[in-house]
């Protein structure tokens, strides 16, 4: 089992900045790929970002340019810095850690921008 523990949410006016952090803990041995997601309200979840242990990133269109992905390889914990952020930036982020056969999730943090 991965534990994921989200933290930096929180209510922001817009083109403000939030940053994000996720410690993954327990049997984090053969994770592929560490990455965030979002469910915005009244819609599905989607991938935000993401990172793989070679460092490829990957991001979602309506985040590029604004958003930067990292991590900490040797405290197991990556990092989503949010820039200028947009109202429809509104949502609930879940970490999200993959191996090849298994995929967690951490319990979600509320991140609100005003308008």
């Given at each position: 089992q991965?534990?994921?523990?989200?933290?930096?949410?929180g209510l922001v006016q817009a083109g403000g900045s939030l940053r994000l952090s996720c410690a993954a803990s327990g049997d984090?041995?053969?994770?592929?790929?560490?990455?965030?997601?979002?469910r915005p309200p009244g819609k599905q979840r989607e991938?935000?970002?993401?990172?793989t242990t070679t460092g490829r990133l990957n991001y979602a269109d309506s985040v590029k340019g604004?958003?930067?992905?990292?991590?900490?390889?040797?405290k197991?914990?990556?990092?989503?810095?949010?820039n200028?952020?947009?109202?429809?930036d509104t949502a609930v982020y879940?970490?999200?850690a993959q191996k090849p056969t298994s995929i967690y999730w951490?319990?979600?943090?509320?991140?609100?921008?005003?308008?």
């Open positions: 991965v534990q994921l523990a989200e933290s930096g949410g984090i041995f053969a994770t592929t790929t560490l990455g965030w997601y979002r991938l935000v970002a993401s990172i604004r958003f930067t992905i990292s991590r900490d390889s040797a197991n914990t990556i990092f989503l810095q949010m200028s952020l947009k109202p429809e879940y970490c999200n951490g319990q979600g943090t509320q991140v609100t921008v005003s308008s």
